[in-house]
């Protein structure tokens, strides 16, 4: 699977949007992108993922760059319940046995504050 | 809507000691998957079932065994316990194959080896 780098920390004042960005320049055509959040002490929640095009769900919206080198994923309106570490994983979809295999890294902790 | 249920949430071990962490799923999932997160680290894959009577190993599979007899539960064994197993263990568990990667995670067990 792809690597994907991302900034370490982010800040963000509730009520804006929150922009987290994430590089995955080696990305291969069958890779999808996907994001995932991890609330202090819990465990992750699947927030979106996306192929190639721009994708929108209840939770946030993705926007994949045309060469898929590069991601961001967006809170439209972030609250303080958003404070949480999110994690691009970029991933194949071969079948079989491979489901699951999601590589999590260390991830962007953002901070929505007052 | 359980979802996702680990027990026990808290746990402190001799070295030495062995244990059982439970999982158990309500969602009729084929898929179910164990991972650790050590202090500000990212997940790793432990072992991985794609179905009852099936498992396979994952990342780092050293130290733990996994069994799949029914589709609900997938309990993680530690025989020896010993202090490189501190960590927080999470159970997901996902649906049939398909292009969506979204895993479903218990709130996870807090293990500590002294």
């Known amino acids: 699977d792809a690597k994907t780098t991302q900034p370490t920390s982010m800040d963000c004042a509730e009520g804006r949007a929150a922009n987290l960005p994430c590089n995955h320049s080696?990305?291969?055509?069958?890779?999808?992108v996907y994001w995932y959040r991890q609330i202090h002490s819990q465990g992750p929640q699947y927030i979106i993922h996306?192929?190639?095009n721009n994708e929108t769900n209840e939770m946030a919206s993705l926007i994949i760059t045309e060469d898929r080198k590069s991601s961001t994923l967006i809170l439209p309106h972030a609250t303080l319940r958003d404070t949480a570490v999110y994690y691009c994983i970029v991933t194949r979809f071969t079948g079989g046995t491979s489901y699951g295999k999601l590589t999590f890294g260390q991830g962007t902790i953002l901070t929505v504050h007052p | 809507n359980a979802g996702v249920t680990q027990t026990p949430k808290f746990r402190i071990l001799k070295i030495g000691q062995s244990m059982t962490l439970q999982c158990t799923q309500d969602?009729?999932?084929?898929?179910m998957y164990w991972y650790r997160q050590d202090p500000g680290m990212g997940l790793k894959l432990i072992y991985y079932?794609?179905?009852?009577?099936?498992?396979d190993k994952g990342e780092v599979p050293n130290g733990y065994n996994v069994s799949r007899s029914t589709t609900e539960d997938f309990p993680l064994r530690l025989e020896l316990a010993a202090p490189s197993q501190t960590s927080v263990y999470f159970c997901?568990?996902?649906?049939?194959?398909?292009?969506?990667?979204?895993?479903?995670f218990g709130s996870g067990t807090q293990l500590s080896v002294l």
């Open positions: 969602m009729n999932h084929n898929y």
């Open positions: 080696t990305i291969s055509g069958n890779e999808y």
């Open positions: 996306g192929l190639k």
């Open positions: 079932s794609v179905g009852a009577g099936i498992t």
């Open positions: 997901a568990s996902s649906y049939l194959p398909s292009t969506n990667e979204k895993l479903f």
